[in-house]
């Protein structure tokens, strides 16, 4: 009925094979920092944060624990 697309296929093994990547939330990024999520939002909207992942609809799903590391010195367990 339907044929296999070779295509999906490949991005399967890719995806499947890509080391999961932990995402920290805003609200969890604000208790480890000490600040509010307000004030997450005004550094974002400032420019003074790295831009969170989103997903194709555009909601926001939170920053790689490695990126807010790089840019805080606060490693998160």
Same mark, same amino acid.
Not at 33 to 59: M, Q
């Given at each position: 009925?339907?044929? *296999? ?8 093994? =890719?995806? @499947? ?5 932990? +995402?920290?939330? *805003?609200?969890? +990024?604000?208790? @480890?920092?000490?600040?509010? #999520?307000? #004030? ?6 400032? $420019?003074? +944060?790295?831009?969170?992942?989103? #997903? *194709?609809? $555009?909601?926001?799903?939170? /920053?790689?624990?490695?990126? =807010?590391?790089? /840019?805080? $010195?606060? #490693?998160?367990?």
């Amino acid at each position: 009925m339907f044929q *296999k697309n070779p295509t999906n296929d490949a991005a399967k093994r =890719i995806v @499947q094979s890509a080391p999961l990547t932990p +995402l920290i939330r *805003k609200h969890e +990024l604000a208790e @480890q920092l000490n600040i509010s #999520t307000k #004030t997450i939002e005004r550094w974002l909207e400032k $420019g003074l +944060l790295p831009a969170p992942f989103k #997903t *194709k609809t $555009g909601r926001t799903v939170g /920053w790689a624990t490695h990126q =807010i590391e790089a /840019w805080s $010195g606060v #490693t998160f367990k």
